[in-house]
Nanobody, 119 residues
Framework: QVQLVESGGGLVQPGGSLRLSCAAS????????MDWYHQAPGNQRELVAH???????NYADSVKGRFTISRDNAKNTVYLQMNSLKPEDTSVYYC?????????????WGQGTQVTVSS
């Protein structure tokens, strides 16, 4: 069973930075594509950033140039560096993993970490 544990959320002023971390248990991390999603109250969960097992990345238009997703396979951890934060980035951020094994796809979600951008 794969477990994902996020950390690094908190309260930050507009223009500030935070780095989220997501630590994965289990042996699948190196073969998994990893994502960060966010979900504000009353809204659907939306993809923020994606990184493949090979390190290719893509981002939502709203965070391009401000957020960077990266991974450290030796530590089974994916990161989201968030710079130039805006009040509209306020949300719960979730880590997601997806991998293919034994002829089928699997996925897992973390519990979420709150990010609040406010002065």
């Amino acid at each position: 069973q794969v477990q994902l544990v996020e950390s690094g959320g908190g309260l930050v002023q507009p223009g500030g930075s935070l780095r989220l971390s997501c630590a994965a248990s289990g042996s699948i991390f190196s073969i998994a594509a990893m994502d960060w999603y966010h979900q504000a109250p009353g809204n659907q969960r939306e993809l923020v950033a994606h990184i493949t097992s090979g390190g290719n990345t893509n981002y939502a238009d709203s965070v391009k140039g401000r957020f960077t997703i990266s991974r450290d396979n030796a530590k089974n951890t994916v990161y989201l560096q968030m710079n130039s934060l805006k009040p509209e980035d306020t949300s719960v951020y979730y880590c997601h993993a997806r991998w293919f094994r034994n002829l089928r796809w699997y996925d897992a979600w973390g519990q979420g970490t709150q990010v609040t951008v406010s002065s």
